[in-house]
């Protein structure tokens, strides 16, 4: 005579909810926890450092010159400014998300009505992954916006852009999941946003880095990422387009995926 949701249920009797609904309840989360104003704010101070350097002297002299490679010119910049402001603003939204959950005690009560921590966790990173690629994809048109402005008149090189700025996104889901298993299993916020300012000074440290070195952390993706590279002599040195470490990218994405899924998957059978 009873049924799910009526007093007297079990809560391994309630129906889980569908991916679908789940995303829609975080997305109502977000929302009013104010994420995407925070991360619109965070993406305009990142794109303010970015274009700045589009109207200084030396970017300005080679504007309409195709053979410095202006684009390319902003793009090292790009990325060099990513490494450091990005770990920050993964923390700053992967912490909100979550840490509402350790405050509300979330977590026990998505469990008794049928949504275990882990496939939470997994919903969470969807839903941040979402709002991360409208991010990237907004600080592409902006820094496009203001290099037009500037005076670039040489053709956008859309394919560099758009290939960094997809694998930009890649490495922030990278840093996004290790920051929900950490906001998940420390009430303190702290750590994570301590993590994330480490991380900031890290991605500056690789990205300047040997390579070999690069490779082996997560903040040293948003170096193997960068399509440019310096070229030449002291006195001579200029900028040019050159292939990233997609393969060593994929392994990374690969690797997290299979941790992240192993630990959400071992959540899913703790008993609250």
């Not at 090292?76 to 990513?82: D, F, G, R």
């Not at 923390?91 to 275990?116: K, Y």
């Not at 399509?227 to 006195?235: F, N, Q, R, S």
Request: proline fraction near 5%; glycine fraction near 8%.
């Amino acid at each position: 005579m009873e049924e799910n949701g009526m007093p007297g249920a079990q809560a391994d009797e309630w129906k889980p909810l569908s991916l679908a609904a789940l995303v829609r309840i975080e997305l109502s989360k977000m929302r009013r926890l104010h994420t995407p104003v925070i991360l619109l704010v965070l993406v305009i101070v990142i794109v303010l450092f970015e274009g700045g350097t589009l109207y200084s002297a030396s970017s300005q002299a080679i504007a309409s010159d195709p053979s410095k490679l202006p684009w390319a010119h902003e793009l090292i910049s790009v990325a060099l400014t990513n490494a450091l402001l990005h770990p920050i603003l993964v923390a700053v939204i992967s912490s909100r998300q979550v840490d509402m959950e350790n405050t509300g005690e979330g977590w026990m009560l998505n469990a008794t009505a049928g949504t275990r921590p882990g496939r939470l966790m997994r919903v969470k990173l969807i839903v941040l992954a979402l709002i991360l690629l409208f991010a990237c994809t907004l600080q592409l048109g902006a820094i496009l916006v203001l290099g037009l402005h500037s005076g670039i008149t040489v053709p956008f090189d859309a394919l560099p852009w758009i290939g960094y700025f997809l694998m930009l996104w890649a490495v922030d889901l990278v840093l996004t999941a290790g920051h929900v298993l950490l906001s998940a299993r420390f009430e303190n916020q702290l750590i994570s946003m301590g993590t994330g300012l480490l991380g900031a000074f890290a991605g500056i440290y690789l990205f300047l880095a040997p390579m070999k070195l690069a490779r082996w952390l997560p903040w040293g993706y948003f170096a193997v990422i960068n399509p440019t590279c310096l070229v030449g002599e002291a006195g001579d040195v200029r900028v040019e387009y050159c292939e990233p470490g997609t393969a060593w990218l994929m392994g990374l994405l690969v690797l997290v995926a299979v941790i992240f899924a192993v630990l959400t998957r071992r959540a899913d059978t703790i008993k609250g």
